[in-house]
């Protein structure tokens, strides 16, 4: 912290800026955010959650793993749900900060693919599809 006076921020070009972007990057749960938080006021903390958006909010490796299992736990509910002849809802992702939610993207099969689809599911052979035609033998390449 000596550098801070020191002309040209000393040997480590230690700035005013740089020591507060350090600070602001800090991870939620580091000991300086926690005494920051724990030395505020209610009428602080009333005015900073009214104006706070938690989607934007900062997570730490930790909860990004924990969103991740519940996610997954959610997944494994719904497979054994369908799987025992229920008709469970699609599970929703935990929205995460900074991460938008993904729209339906898949595009609908036509009428003709959904019937060679179920064609083929069920034993039949695709016609005059790429699928029947031989497999196309690459020329030799010449060594240099």
Same mark, same amino acid.
């Given at each position: 912290?000596?550098?801070?006076?020191?002309p040209?921020?000393?040997? $480590? %070009?230690?700035?005013?800026r740089? +020591?507060? /972007?350090?600070?602001?990057?800090?991870?939620?749960?580091? $000991?300086?955010?926690? $005494?920051?938080? *724990? %030395?505020?006021?209610?009428?602080?903390?009333?005015?900073? #959650?009214?104006? @706070?958006?938690?989607?934007?909010?900062?997570? #730490?490796?930790?909860?990004?793993?924990?969103?991740?299992?519940s996610? =997954?736990?959610?997944?494994?509910?719904?497979?054994? $749900?369908?799987? /025992?002849?229920?008709?469970?809802?699609?599970?929703?992702? =935990?929205?995460?900060?900074? +991460?938008? +939610?993904?729209? %339906?993207t898949?595009?609908?099969?036509?009428?003709?693919?959904?019937?060679?689809?179920?064609?083929?599911? /069920?034993?039949? =052979?695709? @016609?005059?599809?790429?699928? *029947?035609?031989?497999? +196309?033998? @690459?020329?030799?390449?010449?060594?240099?």
């Amino acid at each position: 912290m000596r550098d801070l006076w020191r002309p040209g921020g000393g040997e $480590a %070009k230690l700035t005013w800026r740089l +020591v507060g /972007n350090l600070i602001r990057h800090l991870p939620p749960e580091s $000991a300086f955010k926690t $005494a920051m938080r *724990n %030395k505020m006021s209610s009428s602080e903390i009333e005015r900073a #959650s009214k104006s @706070a958006d938690p989607s934007q909010g900062q997570w #730490s490796h930790l909860e990004m793993l924990v969103a991740a299992q519940s996610d =997954t736990l959610r997944w494994i509910a719904y497979i054994l $749900a369908a799987a /025992n002849g229920g008709k469970p809802k699609k599970p929703e992702p =935990t929205p995460r900060p900074g +991460v938008k +939610v993904k729209g %339906k993207t898949r595009r609908q099969l036509t009428p003709q693919q959904q019937e060679a689809v179920w064609a083929r599911i /069920n034993g039949g =052979t695709l @016609a005059g599809t790429w699928q *029947n035609s031989p497999p +196309v033998k @690459a020329a030799p390449q010449a060594r240099p």
